[in-house]
């Protein structure tokens, strides 16, 4: 009886059809801000892999920063609007188009019944975030909507979208007031097939030796094909251990943008779905240069440079300092 009486206490949220997938992509998942405080189950944040274009597309779409995207992967997602929407595309260059013309990306734009989207090839980066105004609509599953695909919960039935899905937003007001906004240029990421990624030395970087740390900060590292949700395998100059500690420590919790190097000297770079790993760690990447290594895709060269604490801490300021500057105006 009191499960009942909860039950009946929770608002129901009544949505509304935004979309139906023509074609789903290579992989395209719904995705929030993340789902956190379960790693000592062993549920990892999940969420979007590019948390600006993420946090971006919401604003544009005046939601709320952690309402449901779509983040789609390469090329191939095709969604026909089934009602008037307001939407953002943010990320990655996909080539995306309004009913065969090309949509400008970072801006808000509408859509009317059986309009269609399409993204048809990389041009920059490799994700793209559609955000709708209100969201989208799943069930909440440990206080996230975002797909967790090797749980195979959360999202849309824990899975890739699929020809065939419809998929529901909130039924709200369109935010017609919108229209047109654009996000800074100047605040825009640039998606370069070779990047320099600011990392803070640690926590294990004293089991490398000082030529070997040197190897890492000066070359560059090419992506492999072995990369996804999880994790970035780099190709490149072997990594150097001391003689003195093993490949393998005690096995301990990961921070998306932790750069673990295994027995064969070349590092791997920890994204959203692993929650521990048993290997040194020789770096972690600063939050904000995250949404560039998110964007990464085989064949796309990297360079580590290393930054203080402080440093990191400044960069994040500026950047969530524009973030709010951008947001406050328009609610």
Excluded at 227 to 248: A, H, K, Q, T, Y
Aim: neutral net charge.
């Amino acid at each position: 009886m009191l499960f009942m009486r909860r039950l009946q206490g929770v608002p129901k949220i009544e949505k509304i059809a935004a979309f139906e997938v023509i074609e789903p992509g290579i992989l395209t998942t719904i995705q929030d801000a993340g789902r956190f405080g379960f790693s000592q189950f062993g549920v990892p944040p999940s969420g979007a892999l590019d948390p600006f274009s993420f946090r971006v597309a919401n604003l544009l779409a005046n939601n709320q920063g952690n309402e449901a995207c779509l983040e789609t992967t390469l090329a191939g997602l095709k969604l026909k609007a089934l009602n008037e929407s307001v939407i953002a595309i943010t990320g990655g260059n996909l080539l995306t188009t309004l009913n065969g013309e090309p949509l400008e990306l970072w801006r808000t734009h509408l859509l009317i019944e059986s309009d269609v989207i399409a993204f048809k090839k990389v041009r920059s980066g490799c994700r793209a975030y559609l955000s709708v105004s209100g969201g989208f609509i799943v069930p909440v599953v440990m206080g996230s909507r975002s797909t967790y695909l090797s749980g195979r919960f959360g999202g849309l039935e824990g899975r890739p979208l699929r020809k065939g899905d419809i998929l529901y937003r909130l039924d709200s007001p369109s935010p017609l007031n919108r229209l047109g906004l654009r996000f800074p240029e100047e605040w825009i990421p640039i998606f370069e097939k070779e990047i320099n990624i600011r990392m803070i030395p640690g926590p294990q970087d004293h089991h490398f030796t000082e030529e070997g740390f040197q190897t890492f900060c000066s070359s560059a590292y090419e992506v492999s094909p072995q990369c996804d949700r999880m994790g970035i395998r780099l190709n490149g100059p072997r990594i150097e251990r001391r003689v003195d500690v093993g490949e393998s420590i005690i096995s301990e919790g990961f921070l998306s943008g932790a750069i673990q190097v295994p027995g064969d000297g070349k590092p791997i770079i920890i994204l959203t779905e692993l929650v521990t790993g048993g290997y040194t760690k020789i770096a972690t990447i600063i939050s904000t240069d995250l949404t560039k290594v998110a964007q990464l895709k085989p064949g796309d060269r990297v360079r580590f440079k290393p930054i203080s604490i402080e440093e990191a801490h400044q960069l994040l300021k500026e950047q969530e300092d524009r973030l709010q500057g951008f947001g406050n105006p328009l609610n």
